[in-house]
């Protein structure tokens, strides 16, 4: 039986073996993600996921500027020629509220493999940008979307809303958010492995040696998203593993790694859902680390991921 105690096992040996040459591979670490060396950090993100999206499908340059209370809201727009369909998909990039754009790998994917309409968000990233920013703008987003949702040839009752990682914290805060402002609800809410909690006060998320996003470099992302460290006071539309309510959302897919800082976390959150009257299904991947599925993604546990997380947006689009 595997030994689950990450705090006390070297993290690697937990990583599915086909994975593990992408760690491997890695240049060094330059530490921590933090003030002081963001502007680096996001020009290697920015070189990775330009290297990423070239192997994207292709779809046509299509922007929309929605006219703010706090000024310009850019939504990128990947539509596949080939649907019929008038799903449509908000989407929310990763990137740890720091970095990231909305020219997105898996905002194509889902457009390409799932045939629905993708929004995707360029929200206002911190630190020059904390916290309600994002959330202001992914509201803007969503209202914006359902009002013009004829003109923009999709149906307003048939919007889902998903992100990953930051994305997917985001996508949470915003429907809860929404919620609370009586907005009415999205369909279906997909969550990949969401940055939820802004304590990681768990078994894995005290872990410290985690590849990819580890817990010093999230503590200091969410310090520049909340403009400091509130603790247990976070917002919940900013933190929204701090929510006291989880009743009447959408239903709600969420997948994660078992090698991943937010896991824990993540477990929570679809407890709590379940727990408040909300639908919500879970699936934890063995010996996956944070977004390994895309950086890797003929490995047999990415397959089995990719697929899993597309049919579950076909399911909650209703497709059969």
Not at 190 to 195: G, I, T, V
Not at 225 to 254: E, I, K, Q
Not at 292 to 316: C, H, K, N, V
Request: glycine residues 10%; aromatic residues 8%.
């Amino acid at each position: 039986m595997r030994d689950d105690n990450l705090e006390h096992t070297g993290v690697h040996r937990l990583i599915d073996a086909e994975l593990l040459p992408v760690i491997e591979s890695r240049p060094p670490n330059m530490g921590p993600v933090c003030r002081d060396n963001l502007v680096e950090v996001r020009r290697l993100s920015d070189e990775a996921r330009e290297l990423q999206c070239g192997t994207a499908p292709e779809f046509a340059a299509e922007s929309h500027v929605i006219e703010s209370e706090e000024g310009e809201v850019v939504v990128r727009v990947f539509r596949p020629e080939s649907s019929s369909r008038r799903n449509a998909l908000l989407w929310f990039h990763g990137g740890g509220y720091i970095m990231g754009s909305s020219d997105d790998l898996l905002g194509k994917q889902f457009a390409a493999n799932v045939g629905c309409t993708v929004f995707s968000v360029e929200y206002r990233l911190a630190p020059e940008h904390p916290h309600p920013a994002a959330v202001n703008d992914g509201i803007a987003a969503l209202k914006w979307l359902r009002n013009e949702a004829e003109s923009l040839g999709v149906s307003g009752d048939k919007i889902a809303i998903a992100g990953a990682s930051a994305g997917a914290g985001l996508a949470a805060g915003v429907t809860l958010l929404n919620r609370d402002s009586n907005g009415p609800m999205p369909v279906f809410q997909l969550l990949l492995y969401p940055m939820l909690d802004n304590l990681h006060d768990t078994v894995s998320g005290r872990v410290e040696e985690y590849p990819i996003w580890n817990r010093q470099t999230s503590l200091n992302a969410w310090n520049m998203y909340l403009n400091g460290s509130p603790g247990t006071h976070a917002s919940p539309y900013a933190a929204p593993g701090r929510a006291m309510d989880l009743s009447c959302l959408p239903p709600t897919f969420l997948g994660v790694g078992d090698v991943d800082l937010f896991r824990d976390e993540n477990i929570a959150f679809v407890q709590k859902l379940i727990a408040d009257g909300s639908i919500g299904e879970l699936k934890i991947y063995p010996g996956v680390y944070h977004a390994a599925e895309w950086q890797y993604p003929d490995a047999g546990i990415s397959q089995r991921m990719i697929a899993d997380t597309f049919a579950a947006l076909r399911a909650g689009f209703n497709i059969e």
